[in-house]
């Protein structure tokens, strides 16, 4: 079946510097949404990228879809402590059934 | 407020103990799931449905059954649980499909079964 995979699992990050994280799908996705879940919460819906090589931003906050539609990134500029948290990438599972495919997360730890 | 409430927010229990997890939203959504989450394994769906009286499995639902007779609620039955269904559960909503349209989560239920 559909895998997404997400890496890092874990990043610590120095207040201030940029970091990116990576989402890959092992099928072509007809659209790709992105979740922001903060310690101890509930995931939080961020984004939806829908077309190939589509770039959204969101303040400090970058997200694309990869040209064929299998993989996607954020990168994050000047990360701040309140980037703490953990944040998936979810994908269709394929033409069957009306279901998202959930990434194992980046969990973002923040020096300050 | 447009909200998902989940009860009880916490849990712990016993083996073989019958529990039943509540989960309601007031946003008048067709779509309702339940998801797991285990450490390093992301969000895996246990259960979802489309409307009232239709529901499907998700990735992993054994161990597991729902019912979705009215359109706001959408509980999360555990008939024998079991030490290895300890986990944070998610009950979530979308308008109509999940594929496209943002999820809301409810805040959680964290249960432990001993």
């Known amino acids: 079946g559909q895998q997404v995979m997400q890496i890092p699992q874990y990043q610590h990050v120095q207040e201030g510097e940029d970091f990116t994280t990576y989402c890959n799908s092992s099928t072509t996705l007809s659209n790709i949404q992105w979740y922001k879940q903060r310690p101890g919460g509930h995931p939080v819906f961020l984004i939806q990228?829908?077309?190939?090589?589509e770039v959204k931003k969101q303040k400090r906050l970058t997200f694309q879809f990869g040209e064929a539609k299998k993989n996607s990134s954020l990168h994050i500029t000047a990360t701040q402590t309140t980037d703490v948290g953990t944040y998936f990438c979810?994908?269709?599972?394929?033409?069957?059934?009306?279901?998202?495919?959930f990434g194992g997360g980046t969990r973002v730890l923040v020096k300050p | 407020e447009a909200q998902v409430t989940q009860n009880p927010r916490y849990l712990i229990t016993v083996t073989g103990k019958k529990l039943t997890v509540t989960c309601s939203q007031n946003m008048n959504h067709e779509y309702m799931s339940w998801y797991r989450q285990d450490p390093g394994l992301g969000l895996r769906q246990i259960y979802y449905s489309m409307n009232v009286e239709v529901t499907d499995k998700g990735d992993v639902p054994e161990g597991y059954k729902v019912s979705r007779k009215e359109k706001r609620n959408f509980p999360l039955i555990l008939e024998s649980p079991s030490p290895n269904q300890t986990s944070l559960y998610f009950c979530?909503?979308?308008?109509?499909?999940?594929?496209?349209?943002?999820?809301?989560f409810g805040p959680g239920t964290r249960l432990t079964v001993l």
């Open positions: 990228l829908v077309k190939s090589g």
């Open positions: 979530a909503s979308s308008a109509r499909d999940s594929r496209t349209d943002t999820q809301y």
């Open positions: 979810a994908g269709p599972a394929g033409a069957a059934g009306n279901k998202l495919t």
